[in-house]
């Protein structure tokens, strides 16, 4: 199984050595690390990389210069979608993860500091079908944020959990099953990653799991929650399905998490929580700023969800269904007759790069099918054009 790990940095990420060392030590060899840079990142990246890579696993840094030249190749209108100085940018390093042909992309932060134990191993049943506990709610709804223990016992729901549905959770109902794990979305100990509402109503810090909670649950298809893009595995099946759009504020990943699990419900997989955990051990730097980012999802996330859940799908993979999704969002998700600016400007700007993403990714599938086409047909006249298609691109 070939593994990709993909991060975005500013700061030399000298994390990552704990990451490439962990890995090394359970013994997993197919790794490979992608760090996407941006305008304020530091010149030393590119040498950190390298010693990286000769130490322990390849590591690519992408800068803004290398990211335009290997966009460049696709034609495509991402580069203008995407802005400078953004986290989204990582989705660039998830595409070079799936192009090079990863199994498993797991997006990680490089300032998070990881716990004892396998960190890989705990995110390999992505893609399997695993006998796990699985949680199912007639409200449709599940915070994971109920596995978890905070030092005060005071109970929080994660980053991006529907304002209106927090009192609307209902009963869950455990069971445990045979399940397929479509992505597993880690838990975040210390200054965890939660809504600016939270951390200004009071301080929250995460020690570790609740009593009595298992280690990993699966969320039954059908009952959903937020996942944020750090510490997050997915299989390679899933990237065509995952955009991170840079209108959005700090719901990029929040709404990207919600299409997947649409996606995972149609096709009858789980989003899974839990381990591994890692440790954030600052807070957020800029608690008005957050919650300035915070609004267009405050407003619109409960009828984003609503829309998703609205519209039929028929497709077999992902990437099917997700251009299922960028032609029907338009007329499901109406702009209110109120609707402020920002509001309206997310919307347009989600369902524009929505499209674009998927546009892309059938491109490089054309391109690639195509390629390979060409370059067995005379060589095995008996070469299947399903089998051509079966292959990574």
Known sequence: MKVSLVATSIRIPIELEAYARNARE???????????????????????CHRLSRNYSPCEYLSIDAQQEYLS???????KHL????????????????????????????QDKLV????????????RIRMMTVANSSSGWFNPASMLRESRG???????????????????????????IAANSGSCLG???????????????????????PSQLCLAPGTWSPFPAHNLAMKREVIPAFFLSPYVGRYDDIWASYIVSRIAEHLGEGI?????????????????????????????????????RSIPLCGTSYHECFGQLASALPAAWTELPKASGIEIEARNQL???????????????????????????????????????????
């Open 26 to 48: 359970h013994g997993h060899n197919d790794v490979e690390f992608i760090v996407v840079g941006d305008r304020r990142s530091d010149l030393g990246i590119s040498s950190f």
């Open 73 to 79: 190749t696709h034609q495509s209108m991402i580069w």
């Open 83 to 110: 802005s400078f100085d953004s986290r989204q940018r990582r989705i660039i390093g998830m595409l070079k993860a799936w192009q090079n042909g990863a199994d498993l992309v797991i997006c990680i932060d490089s």
């Open 116 to 127: 004892e134990g396998d960190f890989i191993g705990s995110h390999s049943h992505v893609g």
């Open 154 to 180: 005071q109970s929080f729901f994660l980053r991006g959990f529907p304002m209106k549905q927090r009192d609307n959770v209902g009963t869950p109902h455990f069971r445990d099953q045979s399940i397929a």
């Open 191 to 213: 200054h965890s990653d939660l809504d600016a509402t939270t951390h200004l109503d009071h301080e929250i810090q995460v020690s570790g799991l609740a009593p009595d909670s």
């Open 272 to 308: 899974s929580f839990g381990s591994p955990a890692v440790i954030r051990n600052s807070a957020t730097a800029n608690l008005a700023k957050d919650l300035e980012q915070e609004l267009v999802g405050y407003r619109q996330t409960a009828r984003f969800c609503e829309a998703l």
């Open 351 to 393: 369902v524009t790069g929505i499209g674009i993403w998927h546009e892309l990714i059938a491109s490089i599938q054309a391109r690639s099918t195509s390629n390979l086409l060409e370059s067995v047909s005379g060589e095995s006249p008996q070469f299947s054009k399903i089998a051509v298609l079966s292959q990574k691109p």
